[in-house]
C-alpha cells in the first residue's frame, strides 16, 4: 500500500496525473527504443569485436616495448621484460577476453529482440488503453457534476419572460384585452415560480453532488490514476530485471575471463613499472655540466674581474640596491599573502591579488590531496587536484629560481662592492610626459617627444630611462636636509647643475614625477621664463594656489588656458601656483588705472573635459601632483585626460582637485 495518496495529497489535479502517466508510458517506449537499438548494436559488435581485438593485439605487440622500456632503452631486453610491467599485462588479458566473447555477445542481441523488446511494447499498448478508459470516467463524472448550470439558465429566461407579460399588463388596463393579459401574467408567473424552486432544488442537489465528487468519487479517481502509474512502473522494473538477467547470462561465458582482466588489473603497481623502466634506461656516468666562465672580448680585451671604478660603482650599488628590494618582495610573499611585485608581472605572474601564501606549504598539501584522491575515487575528480598541485609547484618552483637569481646576483656584487655598498636609497622616477624640449638631468640629452600634451613644470628634473641606474642615491635620513652624495663623499653628477629639494614625505615615500626641482631653468640652458607683476593682493585656498602681494613680480610658468588662471612662480623661493589672471599684468603690457581687485571665479578651475572615468582599483597619491583613487568614485579628465604620458591620466576628483594618477586604475564611464 502507498504511504502516500494522490486523492488526499494532490485534489483535483487529474489532468496533471494523466498527464504525468502519459508521460512514463513514453518512457517505456524510449526503453524499448533503446534495447531495440541495443540488439542491433550487440549483433554488429560481434560481427566487429573479434577484428577489434586482433587488431590492438597487433598494435601493443608493437607498442609494448616503447610503452614500457622506452625507445632507446640502455641495455637489451627481452619478452620477460614485456611480461614483467604490470600494466601491459593487464591490457594483454582485456585483449584476450574480448577475442573470445564475440559469440556471447550476438546471443544476447537475439534475446533483447525476442523477449525484452517485445514485453515493452505489450506493456505500453495495454497501460495506455488503461489510461485512456480512466479519463473517460473522469470527464464523464465531471459532466454530470455541471448539469445545474443547465437549470440556472431556465431559471433565468423564466424571470424575462414573466416580466414582459407585466408590462403588457399594465399597458392593457383600460382596454378590452385585459382580462387575457392578467391570465397570460399569472400563468407565467407560475411557470417562473416552478422554475425558482426547480432551481433551488437543483442547487440543493448539486452542492450534495460537489461534496460528492470532491471528498469521494474525485479522490477515487486520483488514486486509480496512482494505481495504473504503480503498475505500469513496476512492470517496466519487471522487464527491466529480466533485461539485466539475460545480460548477466550472456555474460556467464565470460565470467573466467573477465574474472583474469579483474586480478591483472589488482595487481597493477606504478611503482614496479617505473622501477622496470630505471632498470633498463639507468645510464652510469651523468655529471651536472660545468659552471660558465668569462669569456673576454676578442675585440677589446677585459679582465673576468667586476669594476668598481666610481660610475661603474653607482650603478652596482644602485643594482644592488633594487636585487634586495626585489628579494625582499618574494621572500615576504612566499610566506605571507599579498600582492605580486610589479617587477614579476613582466614574468608571467597573475595581475589581480592571489593568495599566494606559503607556496612550497600548499604544493605539498596538493601533492597529498592528490593521493587522497588516488586512493578514493569518490571524493572527486583526480584530475583537477593534479591540475592545482602542478600550478602551486611551478609557481613555487617559478618564485625559488625568481629567489636564486637575486641571491647570486646580490652575493656577486657583494663581492666586488665589499662593505662600500653606498647605504642608500635608489631614485624612484616615474614616468611622466613634460614640456619639450628638455634635457636629461643626468647625461644632458634633449628630449624632443613631439608632443606638448601636459605642460608641466619645465625646471622638473627629467631623466632618460636608460640613465636611470647611473643615477646615484639618496643618503637622506628622515627629518633631516641632505645632499646626494657618493660613499666616497664625490658629489652625484645632478650636483653640476644644482641642488635637488626632495618633495616626499619623511618615511621614505617614492619621490613623484615632480620630486625633484632645480632653482632655476638656466641649468639646462632653457630661456628664461617671462615676467609678470601682481596688481592685487590673493591669498591661496587650495595647494595648487599661491599666495601672492601687489607689486610682487612672478615668473610665468603656464599662460592662461582659457580657465582664467595663470601659473606663476616665486623667483625667490621656488614656490609655484595658480593665481588669477585678472590679478597678473605680464611685463611689456600697458598699465591700466588702479581699480577694486576683480572677483575671483574659484568655480571655474581647474577646468575639465566634461569626460568622465570611474575607479576600479584603490590607488593612495604619493605627492602633491598626484590625486588619489578609490573603487566606484568618478574622476573628470582634464583637456590631457588619458593621454596625459607614459601611463599617467589628469583630471579633478570630487573636491576639486586636479593631478595625475595611473590611467590603468579607471576606466570609462
Known amino acids: 500500500m502507498a504511504t502516500v495518496q494522490y486523492g488526499t495529497e494532490l485534489p483535483d489535479q487529474v489532468e496533471a496525473l494523466n498527464k504525468v502517466l502519459e508521460n512514463q508510458l513514453s518512457l517505456v517506449s524510449d526503453v524499448r527504443e533503446l534495447i531495440r537499438e541495443r540488439a542491433a548494436l550487440e549483433k554488429e559488435y560481434a560481427q566487429k569485436l573479434q577484428v577489434i581485438a586482433r587488431k590492438a593485439a597487433e598494435k601493443r605487440s608493437r607498442m609494448a616495448a616503447a610503452r614500457i622500456v622506452g625507445e632507446d632503452p640502455a641495455k637489451a631486453f627481452g619478452d620477460d621484460a614485456i611480461r614483467r610491467n604490470t600494466l601491459e599485462s593487464a591490457f594483454a588479458m582485456l585483449i584476450e577476453a574480448y577475442d573470445t566473447s564475440a559469440q556471447d555477445h550476438a546471443s544476447f542481441g537475439e534475446a533483447l529482440s525476442a523477449q525484452v523488446s517485445q514485453d515493452l511494447k505489450n506493456l505500453e499498448q495495454k497501460k495506455d488503453g488503461t489510461r485512456k478508459k480512466q479519463l473517460a470516467a473522469f470527464n464523464k463524472t465531471l459532466a454530470e457534476r455541471d448539469k445545474i448550470y443547465n437549470e440556472r439558465l431556465r431559471y433565468d429566461e423564466e424571470c424575462l419572460e414573466i416580466e414582459g407579460y407585466r408590462q403588457k399588463q399594465s399597458r392593457a388596463a383600460d382596454d378590452k384585452h385585459a382580462d387575457r393579459a392578467a391570465k397570460q401574467y399569472d400563468s407565467q408567473k407560475a411557470e417562473m415560480q416552478n422554475s425558482k424552486n426547480t432551481f433551488l432544488v437543483s442547487i440543493a442537489v448539486a452542492n450534495k453532488a460537489k461534496d460528492t465528487f470532491y471528498n469521494v468519487d474525485l479522490p477515487a479517481l486520483e488514486n486509480q490514476f496512482q494505481e495504473i502509474q ?137 601533492r597529498q590531496l592528490v593521493s587522497s584522491y588516488q586512493a578514493n575515487p569518490k571524493l572527486g575528480d583526480v ?119 626632495l618633495n616626499s614625505d619623511e618615511t621614505g615615500a617614492a619621490p613623484t614625477p615632480s620630486a625633484f626641482n632645480l632653482p632655476s631653468a638656466s641649468a639646462f640652458n632653457q630661456p628664461p621664463l617671462p615676467k609678470a607683476t601682481i596688481m592685487f593682493d590673493f591669498v591661496a585656498s587650495s595647494p595648487f594656489e599661491l599666495n601672492v602681494v601687489e607689486g610682487q613680480v612672478v615668473d610665468v610658468v603656464e599662460e592662461d588656458d582659457g580657465s582664467g588662471w595663470i601659473k606663476v612662480g616665486n623667483p625667490k623661493t621656488g614656490e609655484k601656483g595658480l593665481v588669477p589672471a585678472t590679478y597678473v599684468q605680464l611685463e611689456g603690457a600697458q598699465e591700466e588705472e588702479a581699480a577694486a581687485p576683480p572677483v575671483v571665479n574659484r568655480g571655474s578651475k581647474p577646468q575639465g573635459s566634461g569626460k568622465f572615468v570611474k575607479g576600479i582599483y584603490d590607488y593612495t597619491a604619493q605627492g602633491d601632483d598626484e590625486i588619489s583613487v578609490q573603487v566606484g568614485r568618478k574622476i573628470e579628465l582634464t583637456a590631457a585626460g588619458m593621454s596625459y604620458g607614459d601611463g599617467w591620466a589628469e583630471g579633478i576628483d570630487e573636491s576639486g582637485k586636479k593631478g595625475i594618477f595611473p590611467n590603468n586604475y579607471v576606466e570609462a564611464m
Open 383 to 501: 584530475d583537477d587536484v593534479m591540475n592545482d598541485y602542478l600550478d602551486a609547484a611551478h609557481m613555487h618552483m617559478q618564485w625559488r629560481a625568481i629567489g636564486f637569481a637575486l641571491d647570486a646576483e646580490i652575493a656577486t656584487i657583494l663581492g666586488a662592492l665589499g662593505d662600500d655598498t653606498g647605504a642608500q636609497q635608489p631614485h624612484s622616477f616615474k614616468s611622466s610626459s613634460f614640456s619639450i624640449p628638455t634635457p636629461c638631468g643626468f647625461c644632458k640629452v634633449v628630449l624632443d617627444m613631439g608632443s606638448q600634451q601636459a605642460r608641466e613644470n619645465v625646471q622638473t628634473l627629467r631623466i632618460i630611462s636608460s640613465c636611470e641606474m647611473r643615477t646615484q642615491g639618496t643618503g637622506r635620513v628622515p627629518g633631516s636636509d641632505w645632499r646626494a652624495e657618493s660613499s666616497t663623499g664625490a658629489e652625484c653628477p645632478f650636483n653640476n647643475a644644482a641642488r635637488w629639494r
Open 230 to 366: 504503480s503498475s505500469l512502473t513496476t512492470s517496466l522494473t519487471r522487464i527491466l530485471r529480466s533485461h539485466q538477467h539475460l545480460q548477466s547470462t550472456a555474460l556467464e561465458g565470460l565470467k573466467y575471463k573477465m574474472t583474469l582482466v579483474d586480478n591483472s588489473l589488482s595487481a597493477f603497481d606504478a611503482s614496479k613499472d617505473q622501477e622496470l623502466f630505471v632498470e633498463y634506461n639507468k645510464r652510469p656516468g651523468f655529471s651536472v655540466p660545468g659552471d660558465w666562465d668569462w669569456e673576454p672580448c676578442a675585440g677589446f680585451y677585459e679582465t673576468g674581474v667586476m669594476s668598481v671604478e666610481p660610475t661603474p660603482k653607482v650603478y652596482l650599488q644602485n643594482k644592488l640596491a633594487k636585487a634586495q628590494g626585489k628579494l625582499d618582495e618574494v621572500t615576504a610573499l612566499e610566506k605571507t599573502k599579498g600582492e605580486v611585485p610589479t617587477f614579476l608581472l613582466t614574468m608571467g605572474a597573475p595581475l589581480t591579488n592571489p593568495e599566494y601564501g606559503n607556496l612550497e606549504r600548499d604544493a605539498n598539501q596538493l
